[in-house]
Nanobody, 125 residues
Framework: QVTLDESGGGSVQAGDSLKLACLGSGRLFHTYAVGWFRQAPGKEREFVAGVTKTGDVTKYDDSVKGRFTITRDNAQATVYLQMDSLKPEDTATYYC??????????????????WGHGTLVTVSS
């Protein structure tokens, strides 16, 4: 089992950057694939980015490719989401989630086992 705690959200202007962090607890954090998801008001939750348990493979939604970068540091039990060139449409609550299923096997609607409580990102124009 793992618990997840997100941090780093805030209010920024369009074009700015933010770096989110997802701190995991539990000795087996390094055995989980981790992803970032977001949910905007009135919209469904959507996948943003994911990283394999070793950090060697990443996956992104097309809407953030080239702007967001997911990385992980297993020694610190932390997964990061570097968000550059932020747009107003990136405004959402961002959640990290973990599962033993490899990120390359995730599909739309796949329900990951463990979730954090979320951190709010607001981008104004």
């Amino acid at each position: 089992q793992v618990t997840l705690d997100e941090s780093g959200g805030g209010s920024v202007q369009a074009g700015d950057s933010l770096k989110l962090a997802c701190l995991g607890s539990g000795r087996l954090f390094h055995t989980y694939a981790v992803g970032w998801f977001r949910q905007a008001p009135g919209k469904e939750r959507e996948f943003v980015a994911g990283v394999t348990k070793t950090g060697d493979v990443t996956k992104y939604d097309d809407s953030v490719k080239g702007r967001f970068t997911i990385t992980r540091d297993n020694a610190q039990a932390t997964v990061y989401l570097q968000m550059d060139s932020l747009k107003p449409e990136d405004t959402a609550t961002y959640y990290c989630a973990a599962d033993v299923i490899p990120v390359t096997s995730w599909y739309p609607g796949f329900a990951l086992d463990y979730w954090g409580h979320g951190t709010l990102v607001t981008v104004s124009s």
